[in-house]
Nanobody, 120 residues
Framework: QAELVESGGGSVQDGGSLRLSCTGSERFFRFYNLGWFRQAPGKEREFVATTRWNGDAYYADSVKGRFTISRESAENTLYLQMTKLKPEDTGVYYC??????????????WGQGTQVTVSA
């Protein structure tokens, strides 16, 4: 059973918006960094955004100003609000959790992914 479960993906047109959700174990919403990654067809998985356990948020340059990451600890849910979507944002989006002070690796907790498709 996956420790993290994403939802909210779908198909939108260029310029549209989507909000992704990721729910998981309560422990991930304590002293863990939480992040979003994506993988486009034929490409490697890439970093999108992360929120550290202390609330600091960081974004890939390609999404800065368009995407917002947030966590709602009371709901054990991580969000990714995506606006002004572009076709190049298309891919499978994954959430991940890593203990504070560590990076995201294959040993981190990962969700199964949710598909986002943006059409021109």
């Amino acid at each position: 059973q996956a420790e993290l479960v994403e939802s909210g993906g779908g198909s939108v047109q260029d310029g549209g918006s989507l909000r992704l959700s990721c729910t998981g174990s309560e422990r991930f919403f304590r002293f863990y960094n939480l992040g979003w990654f994506r993988q486009a067809p034929g490409k490697e998985r890439e970093f999108v955004a992360t929120t550290r356990w202390n609330g600091d948020a960081y974004y890939a340059d390609s999404v800065k100003g368009r995407f917002t990451i947030s966590r709602e600890s009371a709901e054990n849910t991580l969000y990714l609000q995506m606006t002004k979507l572009k076709p190049e944002d298309t891919g499978v989006y994954y959430c991940a959790a890593a203990p504070a002070g560590t990076g995201y690796t294959s040993s981190s907790a990962w969700g199964q992914g949710t598909q986002v498709t943006v059409s021109a």
